[in-house]
């Protein structure tokens, strides 16, 4: 399977625990983006990464967030001190740049529950 | 304030028939706009897009139309089939694409009816 990859699927933690969640893009694609959902909305953009750098990040990432590519291909996306306000599906999607048009291609997602 | 607009939560549409789902944007930023299907408990996946530049594209059973003037597009679907029961988002994105991510609706609920 060459799509995009998120591990894991399912994550309950309690609050104020840490938790990281994985994605591997899509080998050739050099830009990978986070999305978050909650019910009812649509995705909600996050951060993203071209190559290994960090270029945006929303306002939606409070300093609780960090998100790494060490090497340009998997990414992770730690939680520290979690609220119950921040459960929600965790999306993760990779793109190739372009001059324009690039379309974004989703994983399966990590669905987080903060109890 | 929303940036990408789907007003219409639920459609239901029968086997056979034709579906349309709408959406509008503010933003005349947008330069590309993207329409994807969702399951519960899976990510969305990519149908099709349209450029500024065109006022439709197709693929297959799928047609997206794009009107700038009026910041409006759809999505035709014909003919519809059961599959097709999902959750349907429209979203779009600057010049570019990567600085603010894409800007997504909320979602229409398609349910194909037999």
């Known amino acids: 399977d060459t799509g995009v990859s998120q591990d894991p699927r399912h994550k309950i933690t309690k609050r104020g625990q840490n938790v990281t969640f994985r994605c591997d893009p899509i080998?050739?694609?050099?830009?990978l983006y986070w999305y978050r959902q909650t019910l009812g909305q649509g995705p909600e953009f996050l951060t993203y990464?071209?190559?290994?750098?960090?270029?945006?990040k929303s306002r939606l990432l409070s300093d609780r967030f960090s998100a790494e590519r060490p090497k340009g291909s998997f990414s992770t996306l730690e939680i520290q001190r979690t609220e119950q306000g921040d459960s929600a599906m965790y999306l993760c999607?990779?793109?190739?740049?372009?001059?324009?048009?690039?379309?974004?291609?989703f994983g399966p997602g990590t669905r987080l529950l903060v109890l | 304030d929303q940036q990408v607009k789907q007003n219409s939560p639920s459609l239901s549409v029968q086997e056979g028939r034709i579906s349309i789902l709408n959406c509008d944007y503010t933003n005349s930023m947008f330069d590309y706009f993207l329409w994807y299907k969702k399951y519960p408990a899976e990510g969305p996946t990519f149908l099709i897009s349209?450029?500024?530049?065109?006022d439709k594209n197709e693929d297959g059973r799928f047609t997206v139309f794009l009107n700038k003037s009026a910041k409006h597009l759809s999505l035709h679907i014909v003919p519809s089939q059961p599959g097709d029961s999902a959750v349907y988002f429209c979203?779009?994105?600057?010049?570019?694409?990567?600085?603010?991510?894409?800007?997504f609706g909320k979602g229409t609920h398609l349910i194909i009816q037999p």
């Open positions: 349209i450029s500024s530049i065109k």
């Open positions: 979203a779009a994105s600057g010049v570019g694409g990567g600085a603010d991510g894409l800007t």
């Open positions: 990464f071209q190559n290994e750098a960090q270029l945006e």
């Open positions: 080998s050739e694609h050099n830009r």
């Open positions: 999607a990779s793109s190739l740049a372009g001059i324009s048009g690039e379309t974004q291609y």
